[in-house]
């Protein structure tokens, strides 16, 4: 499809435990994503990667971290889930920090 | 930083008129313009883009137009059909930041196309 797979598609997770979503890519772009989507807020960035082991803070990075060891791969982890981050996540990349590719989401959902 | 505000939050015109939507931007160094649509339950897709030495840019029957004084740009889709449905966002790339910058978006403009 597009180069770009999010992992899960979908998942449920009690408050205060920690989750991971992946964000693989096969194009090799230097850059990738990380931003949450919330009605009447549009797409906001939480954390970005512009090479292996380089991040750099968004615009709603608080309860967030990320972690880039490989160029394919760009992880988001919340460290403990809040009623607050239950939203669709959706990872994109670009390869020239132009035009960007997004992945088809994941919806998370923290009860 | 930069803010990025988009206008109408929705909209809704018969099929064949045309639709406009406005976005202004904040910090006169951001230098790239894209627009982006979303289809529902669909990821957003780049459907047009503008740097910041171009005032125009048209593919077929949307365009882009860019004011850099009034720190504005426009989205115009003329003769419009129902498959023209989605929500449009636009977005302003900031020029700071780890390998200069990212893209901020606007909060989205609703676009209904009625037959």
């Known amino acids: 499809d597009a180069g770009i797979t999010q992992s899960p598609r979908h998942k449920v997770t009690e408050t205060g435990t920690p989750v991971t979503l992946r964000c693989h890519q096969t194009e090799n772009h230097r850059y990738m994503y990380w931003y949450r989507q919330d009605p009447g807020h549009g797409l906001r960035l939480i954390h970005y990667s512009y090479g292996v082991k380089d991040t750099d803070k968004g615009e709603v990075s608080d309860g967030y971290s990320v972690s880039r060891s490989k160029t394919e791969d760009f992880l988001l982890t919340l460290e403990s889930a809040t009623s607050s981050q239950t939203s669709v996540y959706f990872c994109a990349i670009s390869a020239d920090n132009y035009g960007y590719t997004f992945g088809s989401g994941t919806r998370l959902t923290v009860v | 930083g930069e803010n990025v505000e988009q206008h109408p939050s929705t909209l809704s015109v018969q099929e064949g008129d045309s639709a406009v939507i406005k976005c202004t931007y904040s910090d006169s160094a951001s230098n790239y313009f894209p627009w982006y649509k979303q289809e529902l339950g669909k990821r957003p897709q780049l459907i047009i883009d503008i740097r910041s030495n171009v005032g125009e840019k048209k593919d077929q029957r949307i365009a882009v137009t860019l004011n850099k004084t009034a720190k504005h740009f426009s989205l115009h889709i003329t003769e419009t059909q129902p498959e023209d449905s989605a929500v449009y966002f636009c977005?302003?790339?900031?020029?700071?930041?780890?390998?200069?910058?990212?893209?901020?978006f606007g909060k989205g403009t609703k676009l209904s196309v009625k037959p």
């Open positions: 977005a302003a790339r900031t020029n700071y930041g780890g390998s200069q910058g990212n893209l901020i």
